[in-house]
Antibody, heavy 118, light 108 residues
Framework: QLHLQESGPGLVKPSEILTLTCTVSGASVNSLISYWAWIRQPPGKGLEWIGSVHSTGSSYYNPSLKTRVTISIHASKNQFSLNLRSVTAADTAVYYC??????????WGQGTLVPVSS | SYELTQPPSVSVAPGKTARITCELNNFGGKSVHWYQQKPGQAPLLVIYYDGDRPSGIPERFSGSNSGNTATLTISRVEAGDEAEYYCQVWDGDSDHGVFGGGTKLTVL
């Protein structure tokens, strides 16, 4: 059974880099049929797609975040990661890692809240 | 810009049928996926490709998509169906998902 678990800092300061890692169990991030995604949800608000990455390393980003985001695969650890640069308070959100099957999400991590505050 | 428009809230009595709409605006013709999110939990896929149900999702959940509007229908609504529901489509121009604003389903 597929399980995804986010990990990262509990707090990030404004202007710094937010880095999160998703550890995958029950499937391989090297799978050619799966993409691995990051989605976020500000407190009390709706879902926002951040981007996704394929095992080949090809990545695809929401245009609204593209200039600040990098999503990478780390096959040896069966993980993938999110880097979001130059964060502000508006980036405070619950960040979910997920598996993207075709063009929808079929599995989600439990999510991790990342506050941006000095 | 591409937008998906959902009503902020829908209320329904137990045992009745709830219908949650998603206006596709510039996304007319695209397949729609639906997620259920209960407080403090991650979203759960309940409908994909307009009307397909993942394993484990009750048959009470169904979906349709016609013209510029997709609809999630929940029959014989139960108290446990109370949740936020989000529609989602794929923007193939820039290869990313787009979510609707969400609809809070209240079971009276």
């Amino acid at each position: 059974q597929l399980h995804l678990q986010e990990s990262g800092p509990g707090l990030v300061k404004p202007s710094e880099i937010l880095t999160l890692t998703c550890t995958v169990s029950g499937a391989s991030v090297n799978s050619l049929i799966s993409y691995w995604a990051w989605i976020r949800q500000p407190p009390g608000k709706g879902l926002e797609w951040i981007g996704s990455v394929h095992s080949t390393g090809s990545s695809y980003y929401n245009p609204s975040l593209k200039t600040r985001v990098t999503i990478s695969i780390h096959a040896s650890k069966n993980q993938f990661s999110l880097n979001l640069r130059s964060v502000t308070a508006a980036d405070t959100a619950v960040y979910y890692c997920a598996r993207r099957s075709s063009n929808y999400v079929d599995s989600w991590g439990q999510g991790t809240l990342v506050p941006v505050s000095s | 810009s591409y937008e998906l428009t959902q009503p902020p809230s829908v209320s329904v009595a137990p045992g009745k049928t709830a219908r949650i709409t998603c206006e596709l605006n510039n996304f007319g013709g695209k397949s729609v996926h639906w997620y259920q999110q209960k407080p403090g939990q991650a979203p759960l896929l309940v409908i994909y490709y307009d009307g397909d149900r993942p394993s484990g999702i009750p048959e009470r959940f169904s979906g349709s998509n016609s013209g510029n509007t997709a609809t999630l229908t929940i029959s014989r609504v139960e108290a446990g169906d109370e949740a936020e529901y989000y529609c989602q489509v794929w923007d193939g121009d820039s290869d990313h998902g787009v979510f609707g604003g969400g609809t809070k389903l209240t079971v009276l």
